[in-house]
């Protein structure tokens, strides 16, 4: 048997290759597509042996995209380089932002899809949903062409789970109605105003609904937070964390942060099963770029934040200091993306560029297993 042909676009790390080596499918990857260098020089460290064109889709002929016989073609972010080819590819998965779904680009491509014979499903995804402590809400298209339909198949609908499980929450309504369902189960991801649990929770009854109780931290976010890190379905972030070292000092958050933005970070314990999605400001800007980890466990939130807007600015520091708050390490983010401890990247990649190159990236394990259910 042939292995599979596959054509990457907008490869930018190579997430989608690991994907498809994850999925044990046996295929090659003919080239892959980016303009982007830091990327690029990533990708090369990883997959040396797979051609890599640093130019624009725009930029390749007909005759170079026909020259490589391709059967499958992985993307992300979407474009519609199929419409100009001569030979469409057999399969088709593709990777988007959540409102992806509800755009017009969404809406052309579908209708492509069919005009060009193609049976699809589309997801709304998050790592969650295979216990992974990360919120990364993604859109993602399969499709295959010329081919019975999927046997989970929804037509006008996004499901919001694998087809093996949950039978009863796979189908969501008309995408319109899915918009409010999924946002508020992701609202750390929206809000980014996302504070941890306190020791505490008796008094939470007697409050009114939307009251704070510390940190910015209202009553339904508690209970929330609570449900996630008692949801023995996810594991925890212990799992995916470094051992501590003397370099991880230089991922302590400063001072000067900790005063700005101590009431908006997404504090988290290694004991918890949640964080909210990394972007690509991750370290560079605090406010809503990802969740900071607490590695002082025995420190509780509540006793640091209570009446701390009455402290003096001095005090105030030595209190969150005792928190000893870091940023979650770039190999601990590609943890959690589900990229294997052999994937690395150059040293002259400096840190704020991994953040940079893993906020734009994706989750392995996630569309490993989209491939696998685009080939049965």
């Not at 959540?98 to 709304?124: I, M």
């Not at 510390?214 to 209970?223: D, R």
């Not at 900790?258 to 290694?270: E, F, G, M, N, S």
């Not at 002259?348 to 190159?357: F, M, N, P, W």
């Amino acid at each position: 048997m042939a292995a599979l042909r596959v054509l990457e676009l907008y490869s930018g790390i190579g997430g989608m290759h690991q994907a498809l080596r994850e999925s044990c499918t046996y295929a090659e990857v003919v080239a892959a597509v980016d303009v982007n260098t830091l990327a690029n020089d990533v990708y090369k460290h990883n997959f040396p042996s797979t051609p890599l064109w640093a130019k624009t889709i725009e930029g390749i002929t007909l005759k170079e995209f026909d020259r490589l016989s391709f059967d499958m073609i992985l993307m992300s972010p979407p474009c519609q380089p199929f419409t100009r080819l001569q030979k469409l590819p057999k399969y088709l998965l593709l990777e988007n932002v959540k409102g992806f779904e509800s755009s017009s680009a969404r809406n052309e491509l579908l209708q492509t899809l069919a005009t060009c014979g193609f049976k699809y499903q589309e997801f709304l995804l998050s790592p969650t949903c295979l216990g992974i402590p990360n919120s990364r809400l993604r859109y993602f298209l399969i499709a295959k062409l010329h081919q019975e339909p999927f046997s989970f198949q929804a037509p006008s609908q996004i499901l919001t789970r694998f087809p093996d499980q949950d039978p009863e929450d796979l189908l969501k309504e008309e995408v319109a109605d899915k918009v409010g369902e999924t946002s508020s189960s992701l609202l750390s991801e929206e809000k980014n105003v996302d504070p941890n649990i306190g020791p505490d929770c008796s008094s939470k009854k007697s409050l009114p609904k939307g009251a704070f109780l510390f940190k910015l931290e209202t009553v339904e976010e508690m209970e929330r937070k609570h449900n996630q890190d008692n949801d023995s379905s996810i594991q925890m972030l212990k799992d995916f964390l470094e051992e501590e070292n003397e370099e991880m000092s230089q991922y302590f958050l400063p001072p000067k942060s900790l005063l700005r933005y101590a009431l908006l970070l997404d504090i988290v314990k290694p004991t918890c099963r949640r964080s909210t999605c990394f972007t690509k400001g991750y370290g560079h800007y605090v406010e809503g770029t990802g969740s900071v980890l607490q590695t002082a466990v025995d420190v509780q939130l509540e006793s640091v934040f209570k009446h701390l807007d009455e402290l003096p600015e001095e005090e105030k520091l030595i209190k969150l200091s005792t928190l000893k708050l870091r940023y979650f390490t770039p190999r601990e983010i590609a943890n959690l993306h589900g990229f294997p401890l052999e994937f690395g990247f150059p040293e002259k990649i400096t840190v704020k560029q991994c953040y940079r190159l893993l906020g734009n990236s994706l989750n392995v394990h996630v569309v490993a297993k989209l491939i696998s259910i685009l080939l049965e």
